[in-house]
């Protein structure tokens, strides 16, 4: 028997809910065929943090999630990427597919210069073994996708 309150819920407790709604969703072999689903799910994912966070979605050749991970930490407005270390993990899960993500606290979603480095860096690495990059995708007060505005 579940405990019910009649106190309210903090802002916190509410956002904590809502995670769990959304990973309950969106479980191992959920399909990511639509960029707005995708931009949902990461913006209840990444949009909470105050720092930047790069994540990566891993995907099986029909779209389903393999696994949601979140691989780097950074600051207010940057955080360091390395494509080796998504390779390797994407090599561990046998991902046939990637959607890389992160967030800009800021709120801005436009894409920098180093995001577009970095984002044609993870490709190439992938290329190699056969991984596809589907998209990336900036979370902000309006989330930006790669793939939708031609920067893939």
Known sequence: MKYVTTEPLTAEQVLEKAIELIDAKYTVGAKFTCSQTTKDYLKCK????EKEVFAVLFMDSQHGLIEYKEMFFGTINAAAVY???IVKLALTLNAAAVVLAHNHPSGLSEASLADKQITERIKKALALIDINVLDHIIIAKEPLSFAETGLL
């Open 46 to 49: 990444l949009g909470v943090y």
């Open 83 to 85: 494509p080796r270390e």
